[in-house]
């Protein structure tokens, strides 16, 4: 059974703060790595993509991915009220077009 | 703007009231999702389409059945719907060529079912 797993949260951090949200995956032949915001009610954004093994950057944001520990992460840096939202970690496996979704961390940022 | 877009956004039906649902895309991508998400879940996907070639999630109910007549749309129906179809309604969109198949979403149909 191929999994996804997210701590549902919340995770509340102060404005300013860094937000760091973790993702772990049971299958170990996923190939890519997503991660999406989700506000309230919205349908999810593609925010970051990882496909190699180390870090990625794109602004505020930095994914990292360890493969040998099946894991990816999302580092949000001076998080903003904005940033409030769920975060939906996916991974895509074999050679599939599908991905897989965890359920989301809730990330509140407190003014 | 290349986008992903859905129609209605917000659909009411009663209870085994067929619906359908609509979805189009101006990106020229081959592949089409359709998730269905509930509160605080993961999108579930009920099948996608490569081109014309229709992919069924293994544990999709029959009630739900989907129609692409080309590469810009993609329908979906669901012929009596539940209580327990009410959720947001999710298209996306994909390359599908190799590599990293970045999926794209609609802005999402809420179906309420009464």
């Known amino acids: 059974q191929k999994e996804v797993e997210q701590n549902s949260g919340p995770l509340s951090v102060p404005e300013g703060a860094i937000a760091s949200l973790n993702c772990t995956y049971s299958d170990r032949v996923s190939q890519s790595f997503f991660w999406y915001r989700q506000y309230s009610g919205k349908s999810p954004e593609l925010i970051m993509s990882i496909y190699s093994n180390g870090d990625k950057e794109d602004g505020r944001f930095t994914a990292q991915l360890n493969k040998a520990s099946q894991y990816v992460s999302l580092l949000i840096r001076d998080s903003q009220p904005s940033d409030s939202a769920t975060y939906l970690c996916a991974v895509k496996w074999d050679s599939s077009y599908k991905l897989i979704f965890g359920s989301g961390t809730r990330l509140l940022v407190r003014p | 703007d290349a986008m992903v877009i859905q129609n209605p956004r917000y659909q009411v039906t009663q209870f085994g009231k067929p619906v359908t649902l609509s979805c189009s895309q101006t990106l020229n991508h081959n592949v089409m999702y359709w998730y269905q998400q509930k509160s605080s879940q993961a999108p579930k996907l009920l099948f996608h389409?490569?081109?014309?070639?229709?992919?069924n999630e293994a544990d999709t109910p029959d009630n739900f059945q989907s129609r692409r007549p080309n590469t810009s749309f993609c329908f979906l129906d669901i012929r009596s719907p539940g209580l327990g179809d009410a959720a947001m309604y999710l298209c996306?969109?994909?390359?599908?060529?190799?590599?990293?198949?970045?999926?794209?979403f609609g802005p999402g149909t809420r179906l309420t079912v009464l």
């Open positions: 389409y490569y081109d014309k070639d229709f992919n």
């Open positions: 996306a969109t994909s390359r599908g060529t190799s590599g990293t198949n970045e999926q794209f």
